[in-house]
């Protein structure tokens, strides 16, 4: 019944519940659900270290949305067991500490591809969607520059 | 900010006229997040690119580097720009 699962996509500058996000995106038959959250990250370790105050996050808010739905049905034709999906990008100021992004995928059961419907979901509109962050910490302002190139069409 | 600004002969029906947004660094480049062009018809996303390039030239160090979305969608230096096309310009995303 894919044609009943939920899919819900959010670009907001306003806060985010889990809970809420959860709920709408379970169903009777589902037993299992995976929650991927990106958190602004204070410290940062990994390649340059340095310390992060907070992200101010900037969005093509129409084709956003419209890539946030195509990583769902990109998910939906390689996972079909996949029931729920949400797909959540926070835009504008966001502090330390903050949830930034979600990808909520629910399924009946844990190994029905649903850890890896998520995992595919975040790696996905970090390649595609057009969203972009800036780094403010004590040394200024720094954009954070993507690698990936799509496709023409993709 | 918007600007209105002729490229060519004014007031003829063949032009096209396009809406161009930028967006992040780019838009920090150009100084603007909008701006409104008359265009030749069969005008490709390159010849906007390079024109752009030639107007504001910090834009040059993302030549080849910016992504190009015409109407929303990924697209080919070779394409031909729709009549009233929304094209951006942006450098790879950094969501999430």
């Known amino acids: 019944m894919a044609d009943s699962y939920p899919t819900s996509i959010v670009l907001t500058d306003g806060p985010l519940d889990l809970d809420l996000l959860l709920a709408q995106m379970t169903l009777p038959t589902t037993g299992a659900a995976v929650i991927f959250t990106g958190v602004v990250r204070g410290v940062t370790w990994r390649g340059q270290p340095h ?3 907070h992200l101010e996050y900037e969005a093509y808010a129409p084709m956003a949305e419209e890539k946030m739905r195509q990583v769902a049905q990109e998910i939906r034709q390689r996972w079909p067991e996949v029931q729920g999906i949400a797909i959540v990008q926070r835009v504008g100021r966001l ?3 903050t949830p930034t992004t979600v ?4 399924a009946a059961h844990r190994d029905s591809g649903v850890f890896e419907a998520a995992r595919y979901g975040i790696d996905r509109l970090k390649e595609i969607v057009p969203v972009w962050k800036k780094e403010v910490g004590p040394q200024g302002e720094t954009w954070v520059e993507g690698h990936y190139h799509p496709r023409p069409g993709e | 900010m918007n600007s209105t600004n002729d490229l060519s ?3 003829s029906e063949e032009m096209n006229r396009v809406r161009v947004l930028f967006f ?3 838009r920090d480049d150009v100084g603007q997040r909008s701006l409104e062009l008359n265009l030749p018809q069969n005008t490709t996303l390159a010849e906007l690119e390079d024109l752009l390039i030639g107007r504001y030239p910090r834009l040059e160090r993302m030549r080849g580097l910016m992504l190009a979305a015409v109407n929303r969608q990924y697209a080919a ?4 720009l729709p009549k009233n096309a929304e094209v951006a310009f942006f ?3 950094s969501g999430g």
Do not use: H, K, R, Y
Request: aromatic share 8%; proline share 13%; hydrophobic share 40%.
């Open chain 1, 51 to 53: 310390e992060t105050f």
């Open chain 2, 77 to 80: 230096p070779d394409q031909v």
């Open chain 1, 103 to 106: 990808i909520l995928c629910t």
């Open chain 2, 91 to 93: 450098p790879p995303v």
């Open chain 2, 9 to 11: 002969f004014s007031g």
């Open chain 2, 24 to 26: 992040a660094t780019l």
């Open chain 1, 95 to 97: 502090d330390v500490g």
